[in-house]
């Protein structure tokens, strides 16, 4: 369930983008369907689940094109709904986070790497996106964002080892990843930022 719900919202997120720069119905579709799904591709590929849930269980792909369809049709009302792709964008981190690092936990990977499958997880879909529209990842330049989807995934690790419920440790683990994401787009948290020398400055 929290696949589905992930996939629909990062779907959401990148039939925004396409709309936004004007793609046609197919191209606003692939988008929908890549944002929606490549990070769990990634995780099932990684983990040996295949063939991917994406691929064999059609739901993906339905909830994919439904968030593609209804945002093409009612791009409007979407984009007011949620404020456009960044809220979007937020939210399927959130819930790829957490529930990438169930599976992987669930098909027992050990704590360190199902926090970092998780993370790889959440921004997978949105780095593909923003490749298709021609920009910079959004992970690799944003305010707290694969930071973001560690700490989430780092909740939900540390609620199995302490034997938590794990509906607990997913609701704590999204609303960590959610509210850092957040607070970090209002507020302008990052991360600290290369920064070239100056052409101009000499060898010492």
């Known amino acids: 369930m929290l696949d589905l719900i992930g996939t629909f919202v990062f779907a959401l997120s990148g039939a925004t983008a396409a709309v936004k720069r004007r793609l046609d119905l197919f191209g606003v579709l692939v988008l929908s369907f890549v944002a929606g799904n490549f990070g769990g591709i990634t995780r099932d590929l990684m983990i040996g689940a295949v063939p991917p849930a994406a691929i064999s269980d059609w739901r993906y792909l339905a909830v994919s094109l439904l968030a593609g369809v209804l945002t093409f049709c009612w791009f409007p009302g979407v984009d007011r709904w949620h404020n456009s792709v960044l809220l979007f ?3 399927g981190l959130a819930l790829f986070a957490v529930s990438g690092t169930q599976k ?6 050990n704590p360190v790497m199902a926090a970092l499958l998780g993370m790889v997880t ?3 879909g949105g780095m593909v996106r923003d490749v298709l529209v021609a920009e910079i990842p959004t992970v690799l330049r944003a305010d707290l964002y694969a930071v973001a989807a560690l700490a989430g995934a780092a909740v ?3 609620g199995s080892l302490l034997h ?3 509906t607990a440790t997913t609701i704590a683990g999204a609303a960590l990843c959610f509210g850092l994401r957040l607070m970090a787009i209002r ?3 990052q991360l600290p930022i290369a920064r070239p020398r100056n052409h101009f400055e ?3």
């Open 104 to 109: 992987a936990l669930a098909l027992g990977l």
């Open 164 to 166: 938590i419920p794990s």
């Open 202 to 204: 000499k060898d010492p």
């Open 89 to 91: 964008d937020a939210a």
């Open 156 to 158: 939900v690790v540390a």
């Open 122 to 124: 959440g921004i997978g």
């Open 187 to 189: 507020r302008g948290w």
